[in-house]
């Protein structure tokens, strides 16, 4: 039996996973026991969600760039906001795949020039999900921002993705001979590259014989500006001006009228068009997907439909060129 301290003496110091009770005492601490399976609920619930992040990506994916991106959390996680993003990226991606398993095809080494790459966020999922499985193949980003081509680079070489390039270009002068990229390309891309930017991508494209094209337009700010300076003409013209008598409504036909004029330059250049949207994604007013297969029939009718347009609307004097409507017969010239 431990005998009661005297009076004026120090209480026992109390032992390692012990507490003093009321009487000072060392008694066995409850706690100490406790904390052992708290920490080993929290070691198994950090292992459960990383198991859940990954099955939510596809195989191979890389976290490190999916954190760099800010599609992942810091700690590697998917909230609400993160698993927003990563949805649409698998629903761009669904329409991109199938055009570049048709390139990949025969062993042929497939090349995608991504216009007005900014941060290159497009090209390194691209490059994440299937360049890098299938071993062959380039990306050019093409952004003329120099900050951002550098930061392009830094990350590639982080990931080991060495089959990227970027070039610190504006997309207008990407075709020419000194920009020295390959003579053809198989995919040209342009993600909500803003104004006449996505016009250069296309013409980009033609230049290059690509295969196949993915637009999504944004900012269509040209043919607005061009409709505003027409409108009292056109008001005195034809009741039809009514469609843009309004501002808001000037930039909404605007838009609508540049992509419309987009689409039948493709098909008169020879490509299959199908436009779509992307369906949940974050630009809510820029979601329109521009699809262009090359096929080689040049459609007549879609080159006569162009001259009508930009007649009708009093644009051939600005954007007659850019559009290919050289003649006055109303043919292009594709043709």
């Known amino acids: 039996m431990s005998r009661a301290a005297r009076p004026g003496s120090a209480a026992p110091a109390p032992q390692h996973g012990t507490r003093p009770d009321a009487a000072g005492t060392p008694t066995p601490d409850r706690r100490q026991g406790r904390a052992a399976p708290r920490r080993a609920a929290a070691g198994s619930a950090s292992a459960s969600a990383d198991a859940a992040v990954l099955a939510e990506l596809r195989p191979g994916q890389s ?33 991109i795949e199938p055009l570049l398993q048709g390139a990949a095809q025969d062993g042929h080494a497939p090349l995608l020039a991504d216009h007005g790459a900014g941060k290159s966020y497009l090209g390194f999922i691209l490059y994440d999900l299937f360049f890098k499985t299938l071993g062959r193949g380039e990306i050019y980003g093409i952004e003329w921002r ?36 390959p003579e053809r390309f198989d995919i040209v891309t342009a993600l909500h590259a803003c104004d006449t930017a996505t016009d250069d991508a296309i013409a980009f494209g033609l230049h290059k014989r690509a295969r196949a094209m993915v637009l999504v337009p944004c900012c269509q700010a040209e043919v607005a500006a061009c409709l505003r300076q027409t409108k009292a003409l ?23 009228l540049t992509n419309v004029l987009r689409c039948l330059h493709l098909e008169a250049s020879g490509y299959q068009v199908t436009v779509t949207e992307l369906v949940g994604w974050e630009h809510s007013l820029k ?49």
């Open 287 to 335: 979601n329109e997907l521009i699809l262009a297969r090359w096929t080689g029939q040049k459609k007549r009718s879609a080159a006569e439909r162009l001259a009508a347009i930009l007649d009708e609307f009093g644009l051939r004097q600005v954007l007659g060129a850019r559009f290919g409507v050289v003649k006055t017969d109303g043919l292009t010239a594709a043709d």
């Open 234 to 256: 056109q008001l005195s013209r034809t009741p039809l001006a009514e469609l843009w008598r309004h501002p808001i409504h000037t930039r909404e036909l605007g838009s609508q």
């Open 63 to 95: 976290v490190e760039l999916l954190k760099e991106l800010h599609i992942l959390t810091r700690e590697g996680r998917l909230n609400q906001d993160s698993r927003r993003k990563l949805k649409q990226v698998y629903h761009l991606y669904q329409f």
């Open 146 to 181: 120099a900050d951002l081509v550098e930061r392009s680079r830094a990350l590639a070489n982080q990931l080991g993705f060495g089959r990227m390039q970027f070039l610190n270009l504006a997309a207008a002068d990407a075709a020419s001979v000194e920009a020295g990229l």
